[in-house]
């Protein structure tokens, strides 16, 4: 069984260029979370989704930032027009349920994005 | 507002030895999980133990232990016996109390095991 998987692990990108950071959830998971950690500190939530649905994007900027989780494919974390602030490691989750008091978010191997 | 606390930025440990690393959490909400991660210099993220505000025992995995004290608001996660392969950072989350997905994180303990 495959874990969450993240590509690119790596991305370079010039200010004022798109950053695309793809996210496929475990096997059989519906839920999945997108968190950025800057160096030095700890993750900070963005959004939460589910197949088709944003059900929580309380802690992504209001701009540049979109999120997506279609029908058929991965998650995509969408940045537009990059700056230098936006460097950081986002790192993808997933969880199979959201009912269970003792759920586990399992998480993705993380995107470095450095904007130059 | 909740937050989570661990006031050991870095720490250095003699291999074998056994190791507490301090977290603190503030929450209203009586019903919480808190979770620990190992972030390694390779970046991924791994899930080492969780404990529920209502379980009525200690959590523990293996070598590691949450010393769990809920008057106190503290987590403290203890790794029994250290290997070299320990050094790492390590993360203290609590699952947020206004949902029960929304993890709230520390600012992390760089730990390093010396051989």
């Known amino acids: 069984n495959a874990g969450v998987m993240q590509n690119p692990r790596h991305l370079v990108r010039r200010r004022g260029q798109e950053a695309r950071l793809r996210c496929s959830p475990m096997?059989?998971?519906?839920?999945v979370y997108w968190y950025r950690q800057l160096p030095e500190e700890g993750l900070k939530f963005m959004v939460y989704?589910?197949?088709?649905?944003?059900?929580?994007e309380s802690g992504m900027p209001k701009e540049r930032f979109s999120a997506e989780f279609p029908k058929e494919g991965p998650s995509i974390l969408r940045i537009q027009q990059v700056v230098r602030g936006d460097s950081a490691a986002y790192f993808c989750?997933?969880?199979?349920?959201?009912?269970?008091?003792?759920?586990?978010?399992?998480f993705g191997p993380g995107t470095r994005l450095t904007v130059t | 507002a909740q937050k989570i606390t661990q006031t050991q930025p870095g720490m250095f440990v003699q291999e074998k030895e056994a190791v507490t690393l301090d977290c603190t959490y503030d929450t209203s909400d009586p019903s919480y999980g808190l979770f620990w991660y190992k972030q390694p210099s390779s970046g991924e993220m791994i899930f080492l133990i969780y404990q529920g505000s209502y379980d009525q025992q200690n959590a523990t995995e293996g070598r590691y232990s949450l010393n769990f004290q809920k008057a106190r608001k503290s987590a403290n996660l203890v790794i029994s016996a250290s290997q070299l392969g320990d050094s790492a950072m390590y993360f203290c989350a609590m699952r947020g109390p206004d949902s029960n997905y929304q993890l709230i994180w520390g600012a992390g303990t760089k730990l390093i095991i010396k051989p």
């Open positions: 989750a997933s969880s199979l349920t959201l009912d269970s008091r003792n759920y586990e978010q399992y």
């Open positions: 096997k059989g998971h519906s839920h």
């Open positions: 989704l589910q197949k088709e649905n944003i059900i929580d």
